[in-house]
T-cell receptor, first 112, second 112 residues
Framework: SQQGEEDPQALSIQEGENATMNCSYK?????LQWYRQNSGRGLVHLIL?????REKHSGRLRVTLDTSKKSSSLLITASRAADTASYFC????????????FGKGTMLLVSP | NAGVTQTPKFQVLKTGQSMTLQCAQD?????MSWYRQDPGMGLRLIHY???????DQGEVPNGYNVSRSTTEDFPLRLLSAAPSQTSVYFC???????????FGPGTRLLVL
C-alpha cells in the first residue's frame, strides 16, 4: 500500500519559475525523503528530513515537513529545463525498523 | 566507486522461462533491496536484505526469490516468468533500511 501520495500528478512550468510538489502520508514517520528520476534512469536521492525537523535546504531545493498535517512539500526555485523529471517522496515509518515506502510521483516538465 | 550496478539492462523472456537479475554494490552497505516500477504505481518493494545471509519479503514478493551470500551481491531470481512481471526493476542499497538509498540504473524486463 502507498504510504506517501504526491500532488499534483503532473506539473508544467516555464524556466525561471518555482515548482512546488506536495506529499501526504498516513502514519507517523521517522523520516521523509525526496528522490528525482530522469526518464529511463534510476532514482537519485535529493534530500532527507527527519520527523523532528521542519525545514531543510539544499541548493535550489527547500523541503518542509508538517508532522501535524502529515505532509511535506518540495520547492524547486528558479527551475531549469534540466529539472524536468519525476519526483518521488518516500517515508520510513516510525514503528520498528521500517523499509521505505514510495509514492507514485509528480512528473515535472520545465519548458525553456 | 561504481555505486550500484545492475545487469542486464534489457531482457526479453518467454512465459515460463527463468532468469536472474544481478545487482552489486561497492559501498559496503548492509541493506539492499529490489523494487519494481510499473506505470502509475510508483516503486514497490519486492525483497530486501539487512546483511549477508538475511533476507525478507517486501510488498510484492510472489514469483521472486533472493539470496545474499556476500555483502556486495543481491541477485533477484524469477522462477517462472509471467507477463505480469513485465516491469522495470531497480536495486538499491543503503547503510540502513530507512535511510538514504542509492539506486542502480535499472533492468527493463519484457515477458511475452
Amino acid at each position: 500500500s502507498q504510504q506517501g501520495e504526491e500532488d499534483p500528478q503532473a506539473l508544467s512550468i516555464q524556466e525561471g519559475e518555482n515548482a512546488t510538489m506536495n506529499c501526504s502520508y498516513k502514519t507517523s514517520i521517522n523520516n521523509l525523503q525526496w528522490y528525482r528520476q530522469n526518464s529511463g534512469r534510476g532514482l537519485v536521492h535529493l534530500i532527507l528530513i527527519r520527523s523532528n525537523e521542519r525545514e531543510k535546504h539544499s541548493g535550489r531545493l527547500r523541503v518542509t515537513l508538517d508532522t501535524s498535517k502529515k505532509s511535506s512539500s518540495l520547492l524547486i526555485t528558479a527551475s531549469r529545463a534540466a529539472d524536468t523529471a519525476s519526483y518521488f517522496c518516500a517515508t520510513a515509518r516510525a514503528s520498528g525498523y521500517s523499509t521505505l515506502t514510495f509514492g507514485k510521483g509528480t512528473m515535472l516538465l520545465v519548458s525553456p | 566507486n561504481a555505486g550500484v550496478t545492475q545487469t542486464p539492462k534489457f531482457q526479453v523472456l518467454k512465459t515460463g522461462q527463468s532468469m536472474t537479475l544481478q545487482c552489486a554494490q561497492d559501498m559496503n552497505h548492509e541493506y539492499m533491496s529490489w523494487y519494481r516500477q510499473d506505470p502509475g504505481m510508483g516503486l514497490r518493494l519486492i525483497h530486501y536484505s539487512v546483511g549477508a545471509g538475511i533476507t525478507d519479503q517486501g510488498e510484492v514478493p510472489n514469483g521472486y526469490n533472493v539470496s545474499r551470500s556476500t555483502t556486495e551481491d543481491f541477485p533477484l531470481r524469477l522462477l517462472s516468468a509471467a507477463p505480469s512481471q513485465t516491469s522495470v526493476y531497480f536495486c538499491a542499497s543503503s547503510y540502513n533500511r530507512g535511510e538514504t538509498q542509492y539506486f542502480g540504473p535499472g533492468t527493463r524486463l519484457l515477458v511475452l
